[in-house]
């Protein structure tokens, strides 16, 4: 209580100090009531319009400044992860395709290979039937060649049997008891004779 | 007359006696501190908002820095409740820290280390606190004076010691800025005349003295200014959030 008295004193004193430090001089001159009425005038008109104009025009404007950077700071970062967000998804794209063409490239080539496996087999195939059959022929020609050549030199040896023993005896020799010699030799001599 | 380091304290009339009836509203030396302060916290913040880059200017930037401080200092001791008075504490911080600021240039007038200007925004403040605190919270804002946990014996005393407490808030807060600055700039003064009247011989140390009194106040200026500001952002936030 005696510290609320106290101030209380203190601070209504204030107020009635005009007649005590009026006739002091070199006292506190903040104590000298003279200008406190102007004082008290000035400041409120001051700082009423300093109040005012900050509060209505530029402290909103600096509010507005500061959330429209923000929200730009926000809005550039947004716009940046998309962005890295896209070029992965490019990025992914690309190496899908790359890994895709790849796998199509290897799919052709093996298909292509086996294309041409397949069509050497085949030709080789038709060639070597085609080889099998032109040999059968020849065979068979020179199977028949091979008999033809023997009746023909079964035929010239015995012309050259009966003229020989024409000369040699002077008399002719049936044509077909030389044959019979001539044969029974080739048969038992044919491969002698005629090789294969 | 010189060597009263009490006279840069003086007021006195610029131009014309005005009067309203009885009251001498004449412009002084101490209006004029004041009209320039505030023309220069309108200028520079004008300036500082004017056009919105994404880099900011150097002004652009003091400008928001000084509002970002203001408003990170009220949402950290008031909440976010105290949002609406932010732009009266802006403006009292500023004004007081540019009429501080003002004062340390030499051969100015210092309008905060007149008891009567601190003492008006302090009364305003109380005034203006209290009005908020019933606004909000009817007769229980009386709850503030009592605190919860006391043991009923006490109860008398504390609630007695609350209320002066209460009641001394505008004395306090208006004594604080008014003597750190009246003080500062005495203690300048005299320093200073102790330079002169040593002369050129002993006046070094007294000088010396003085430069670093200079970066003191400075210091003190500033200072001042942020406890003016914090302390009604603290009397704002007992009326705001009632914790008792």
Known sequence: MIKKIFFQLVFFNLFFLKEVFAAESGGMPQLNPEFWISQIFWLTLTFGILYVVLSKLILPKISANLELRKSQIQENIEAAEKQRESSEAKLKEYDDIISKSKLEANNIFKEARENVLKEINVKKETLDKQIDEEVKKVEQEINLLKKGASEKINKIAIETTSELLVKLIGTEVNNSSISAIVDDLSKRNGDKYYGN | ?244
């Not at chain 2, 302060?37 to 300036?47: H, K, Q, T």
């Not at chain 2, 008398?156 to 800025?177: F, G, N, T």
């Not at chain 2, 210091?219 to 705001?240: G, P, R, W």
């Open chain 2, 1 to 244: 007359m010189a060597a009263n380091p009490m006279t840069q304290f003086e007021v006195y009339r610029i131009g014309p006696e005005i009067k309203i009836g009885a009251l001498d509203i004449s412009f002084t030396n101490a209006s004029l501190f004041m009209v320039v302060s505030s023309l220069a916290i309108l200028v520079i913040f004008n300036l500082g908002s004017k056009k919105n880059s994404l880099l900011p200017n150097k002004i652009q930037l003091l400008a928001e820095l000084s509002y970002t401080f203001v408003s990170k200092m009220i949402s950290d001791t008031a909440g976010s409740k105290a949002k609406p008075y932010f732009s009266f504490i802006f403006s009292l911080f500023m004004f007081v820290l540019f009429c501080n600021m003002f004062g340390m240039i030499p051969y100015t007038f210092t309008v905060t280390s007149h008891i009567i200007v601190t003492f008006v925004l302090a009364a305003f403040i109380f005034i203006g606190v209290t009005i908020i605190g019933f606004i909000k919270h009817g007769l229980g804002y009386l709850k503030l004076f009592v605190p919860s946990g006391v043991p009923i014996v006490l109860l008398p005393l504390i609630v007695v010691i609350e209320i002066i407490s209460y009641l001394s808030r505008p004395i306090s807060l208006s004594v604080r800025l008014f003597a750190n600055m009246m003080a500062g700039h005495t203690m300048m003064k005299v320093f200073g005349g102790f330079v002169i009247s040593l002369g050129v011989v002993g006046g070094w140390l007294p000088l010396s003295f003085s430069v670093a009194l200079t970066g003191l106040e400075i210091l003190v200026a500033f200072l001042q200014a942020y406890v003016f500001a914090i302390l009604t952002c603290i009397y704002l936030n007992d009326a705001l959030n009632l914790h008792h």
